[in-house]
């Protein structure tokens, strides 16, 4: 019996298994008896919250300054993404990535023909610029930071102090499997990531018929029938260098969530613009 109650929260949309946080420091997920997973279901759902409100001051109010679209209504950003890998490092001292309050967070993968396992190949971070209202977007060489010692250690020093602190709030959408492939991909050097302040802004969204929804159709539900397109979804992500379409497509995955959350309070939460 108990087996079919807690099949039927997993229908619902509740996890069963859940991230454990102790101290801050992220831990491989653990399996929850029923009670626990629906009182800590329900404790991260409304931290969940309390972190998205203290978010909005931070957030473009301008989604126009930030998307555009094509004739065929396919969002595209309004600005050109940073490549980042070994050869320069000199973006870290950028102003917007001077303790950022907010990330927006992505990852794609490839499969490795030698070991046979699916692999981090990018890490797309977007965050709030103060100028125009715009969002600044960098996607990472995860492959060279895996391969080059000194580069990887200098990214996994840079976002361990940076995004994943325990006070920059990273949004992320379904970021389960993300947030695996980093801490695989960096190994060791991951040991002082925390979790405390990762915002999965898919937890907020209602599920249909027990489905959790994708990104693309919270895209197309919040903004109007905008479409997300995933056509280069299942390219070649260990290509180097990236086709421009697969940095616009990386980028907008990462940008977008900045631009969508405070769309989804607003009508499922019923939160009123207030920023203005």
């Known amino acids: 019996k108990w087996i079919e109650r807690l099949l039927a929260q997993v229908n619902k949309g509740l996890a069963v298994t859940l991230p454990v946080v102790s101290n801050g420091d992220v831990s491989s997920p653990k399996t929850k008896t029923e009670s626990t997973v629906t009182k800590e279901t329900a404790r991260y759902d409304q931290r969940l919250l309390d972190t998205a409100y203290q978010l909005l001051s931070h957030l473009p109010t301008n989604q126009h300054r930030v998307l555009c679209a094509t004739d065929g209504g396919t969002l595209n950003l309004s600005s050109s993404a940073m490549w980042v890998d070994e050869s320069d490092d000199g ?4 102003d917007c990535w ?5 990330v927006g967070m992505d990852t794609e993968w490839y499969s490795d023909p030698r070991s046979k396992q699916v692999k981090l190949a990018t890490l797309q971070l977007s965050v709030p610029t103060t100028e125009k209202e715009g969002i600044a977007s960098i996607v990472m ?10 580069y990887g250690q200098r990214v ?41 302040s990762i915002l999965d802004i898919q937890r907020l969204v209602p599920s249909a018929k027990g489905r959790l929804p994708s990104l693309q159709t919270c895209v197309a539900r919040y903004m109007n029938d905008a479409l997300l397109s995933k056509e280069e979804q299942c390219s070649d992500w260990s290509r180097r260098p990236l086709l421009t379409e697969q940095m616009q ?7 977008i969530l900045l631009v969508l959350l405070p769309l989804i309070l607003s009508v499922e939460r019923g939160y009123g613009d207030e920023r203005k």
């Open 98 to 102: 001077n303790n950022p309050k907010v």
């Open 91 to 94: 973006w870290m001292e950028d």
């Open 156 to 196: 996994a020093q840079w976002l361990m102090e940076t995004v994943f602190n325990g006070e920059t709030i990273v949004v992320g959408f379904a970021m389960t499997q993300d947030l695996h492939k980093i801490r695989k991909s960096l190994g060791k050097r991951s040991n002082k990531m925390k979790q405390s």
């Open 249 to 255: 497509y990386a980028a907008l995955d990462s940008a």
């Open 141 to 150: 060489d995860m492959i060279s930071a895996a391969e080059e010692k000194d």
